[in-house]
């Protein structure tokens, strides 16, 4: 299984941005995606998942200003995170990441990761 994210950039605080996220390869062992981040010095946080049956979380620091989708087929998962109303302090590392197994939040237990997407919101 490959995951790629792509999707961030420079906004400023008010903005929107939307993440996308490719797995593609054995998709039908993924249960849930999920998309973290990650500023220096500090420890990933899961903020966003999603299940293959249509179940989300989302962290309370992004409820009500993130929306996270997933389309499917086949052959690929096609992860979505639209973000708005952007805060300064949303900047980071965004990661998608999948697992086999639905209700995880350690980092641990997912094991399928994209490279990273760099997120910035000025003030």
């Known amino acids: 299984l490959q995951v790629m994210d792509s999707g961030g950039g420079l906004v400023q605080a008010g903005g929107s941005l939307r993440l996308s996220c490719v797995a593609s390869g054995s998709v039908v062992s993924i249960d849930a995606m999920g998309w973290y981040r990650q500023v220096s010095g500090k420890e990933r946080e899961l903020i966003a998942a999603i299940s293959s049956a249509g179940k989300t979380f989302y962290a309370d620091s992004v409820k009500g200003r993130f929306t996270i989708s997933i389309s499917r087929d086949v052959a690929k998962n096609m992860m979505y995170l639209q973000m708005s109303n952007l805060k300064p302090e949303d900047t980071a590392v965004y990661y998608c990441?999948?697992?086999?197994?639905?209700?995880?939040?350690?980092?641990?237990?997912?094991?399928?990761w994209g490279q990273g997407t760099q997120v910035t919101v000025s003030s």
């Open positions: 990441a999948a697992t086999a197994f639905w209700g995880q939040t350690d980092p641990n237990e997912y094991d399928f």
